[in-house]
């Protein structure tokens, strides 16, 4: 059903907990990829580890773990994110077999939030009508027939906005947010200390190059 990848430096605390909640639930439908960025030798049993020969970033790993990705829907996760594994599964098993989407991302209202979810609280898929800032980046399921392979020199940042324009502008399929679903942790623990990136000047000038090449 879903494979999830999560590019890490192992900085951040919470990806532990979401490989031991993966662990626990043992579902075969779901698979769990994590793009190893800093070439130690590790390793967790059921857990697909790619480890490149250097850390490449974040949006080549997300290239990576999706290509190599065995399910028909990808989970682009940040590693200082967590949730309930159980709810959030439940949810995806419950959506109807032919809907189409874009992307569903996290609901932006509860992104670092300092709780999760009961197992018995109530998800609801909405359509996303605010644009790239609702829940994007740090939470992203997106089937992999609409993953196109992010441009090499975009390596932190964009990768998202990139993802957002394919889908929303260029294919016009439509992307949701999942109300009420709750994200806990902090966010971009492994980028804070980044100061080198592309500019909007940079992003704004492949976009044209996106349009031409889906006509």
């Not at 974040?58 to 065995?70: D, E, F």
């Not at 419950?94 to 998800?123: C, H, M, Q, T």
């Not at 975009?154 to 109300?179: A, E, N, R, T």
Request: with cysteine; proline share 4%; charged share 25%.
């Amino acid at each position: 059903m879903i494979s999830i990848v999560i590019p890490t430096l192992w900085k951040a605390e919470e990806i532990y907990d979401t490989i031991l909640s993966y662990q626990e639930f043992n579902d075969p439908n779901i698979e769990l990829i994590i793009i190893n960025n800093t070439q130690r030798d590790i390793h967790y049993d059921g857990v697909v580890m790619i480890t490149p020969s250097t850390n490449i970033g974040v949006n080549p790993a997300w290239n990576i773990g999706v290509n190599a990705a065995k399910y028909d829907w990808v989970l682009l996760l940040n590693d200082d994110i967590t949730f309930n594994f159980e709810l959030l599964v439940k949810f995806l098993k419950e959506l109807p077999k032919d809907l189409d989407f874009g992307a569903i991302v996290g609901d932006w209202r509860y992104i670092g939030s300092k709780e999760l979810n009961n197992k018995e609280d109530i998800l609801t898929l909405k359509q996303n009508e605010l644009g790239r800032f609702y829940g994007y980046g740090c939470f992203m399921i997106i089937p992999k027939k609409y993953y196109f392979n992010i441009p090499l020199e975009f390596k932190y940042f964009w990768g998202d906005d990139i993802l957002h324009l394919i889908s929303q502008d260029i294919l016009k399929v439509p992307i949701y947010y999942i109300d009420n679903f709750k994200l806990q942790g902090r966010i971009s623990v492994s980028s804070q200390e980044i100061t080198e990136e592309l500019t909007d000047e940079a992003f704004q000038q492949i976009v044209p190059k996106l349009f031409k090449y889906f006509q």
